[in-house]
């Protein structure tokens, strides 16, 4: 039978329409994966006192899993994520570079943790300092700006508990007086804010941003 022009007309714009729900799905998958990135807890691994444009990486083995430039003020943080190219895991050990030179500072990934403050400082002569654990302290609080109920650490030292809406600052000192070193506290969009007790401003500024007026509402916190 003969290969009209109608039915060669037809065939291309089957495969036009093959490709193009190719791409659809293609997209809907890597926006998927985006979205589920953005919403697990991050390692903050953060510093100052570096020189503006120095290029600092983070490595698991020989893969690169964050990488950021040093700002005009010498500070800068990366976020690590869970999964990844490199398949990071908890307990992993994660290395750096400066503009290339290996750093001997090293921390352990656990999802959800931050450095300690004041933060990475990366000397290249000595190994990274242990961050202390955080202890349990006993409290039976209500109303706005408290935590409600005890903290209680675990292991790893962290813990979930309930803030009972109020300020930043309210959040801030309530965490304080439970002997936290931070906190973490999902946005509207799913994605985790960390606040990293008496950090440089720069370290909390996304923290901030996302809650210029605070809780209006009991609000779940994972503390460290």
Known sequence: MPITPTRTRTAVRAVVLGLAALAMLAAAT???STVEA????PFKAWGS???SGDVIKAFKGSTEVGATTVGAAGQWEINIFLGGGANVANGDTITFTVNGTAARETVAFVSGQFAAVPGLVFTLASAATPTPTATA?????TGAGTIAGAVTFDTTGKA????????VTQLVTASTQAKATGVWVQG???QFFGYVIGAPDFVNASFNAAF???FGIASVLLVK
């Open 30 to 32: 890597l926006s998927t």
């Open 212 to 214: 210029p007026s605070g």
């Open 49 to 51: 006192g570096r020189a």
């Open 38 to 41: 953005q919403t697990t807890l």
């Open 137 to 141: 302290t006993p409290a039976a609080n």
């Open 160 to 167: 979930l508990a309930v803030f009972n809406g109020g300020t």
């Open 188 to 190: 509207p969009s799913g």
